[in-house]
């Protein structure tokens, strides 16, 4: 398998987001490949959306999401649970696309429907913040084959506080797979 190029991300943050489904998220550690089918996403659209994290500004916690496309942006979320972020468009944007579900492959156990499920399961942790996509042990693939599906449109979840950003249709998943988390 090989990473998707760079420019895969430096592109709108809905169409990258909708493209990554169906796609092989891939981590190596500790001399074992895990791989998961990404089924669910979420599009956050930098500053002026009220959701994203980049809407308080840059700040330690934000600075990747503000970074060059096609890195990982990981932060803890209650204290427990790790969040992987695709950052997209041109540096400075502060876009990303949250993973939320993947259908396991190849050597993830556990659940992964959730964001923090997904990243228990394929062993992303905060460590990885800022790990460039491009690397041998933690990138986003195209599968040899894919089946067709149909992609359903949903408002994100979580985000009641975002005013009308919190009913905006920014949450895709495949319609039918089992391991979306909320369908």
């Known amino acids: 398998m090989e990473n998707l190029p760079r420019t895969f991300y430096d592109r709108d943050t809905i169409a990258v987001a909708r493209e ?17 089918r990404i089924v669910e996403v979420e599009a956050y659209l930098g500053p002026h959306d009220l959701a994203a994290h980049s ?5 330690e ?8 496309p096609g890195h990982a942006y990981v932060y803890l979320i209650y204290g427990m649970y790790h969040c992987m972020n695709v950052v ?22 556990g659940r992964t429907q959730g964001p923090g499920l997904l990243c ?29 599906f149909t992609i359903v449109k949903r408002p994100r979840v979580g985000v009641d506080y975002a005013g ?18 909320r369908p």
């Not at 809407?55 to 700040?59: F, L, N």
């Not at 916690?61 to 060059?68: A, D, E, L, S, V």
């Open 61 to 68: 916690r934000t600075k990747t999401m503000f970074g060059p």
């Open 88 to 109: 997209t468009q041109a540096e400075g944007h502060a876009s990303a696309v949250l993973l939320r579900a993947v259908e396991p492959v190849q050597n993830v156990e």
């Open 20 to 36: 990554l489904l169906g796609k092989h998220l891939v981590h190596v550690c500790d001399g074992v490949e895990r791989i998961g």
């Open 164 to 181: 009308p950003w919190a009913k905006r249709l920014l949450r895709f998943y495949i319609r039918n797979n089992p391991f979306v988390s």
């Open 120 to 148: 228990k399961a394929l062993h992303i942790d905060k460590r990885l913040n800022g790990h460039d996509l491009f690397s041998d042990d933690l990138f986003i693939a195209a599968p040899a084959s894919t089946e067709p």
């Open 55 to 59: 809407a308080r500004g840059r700040t």
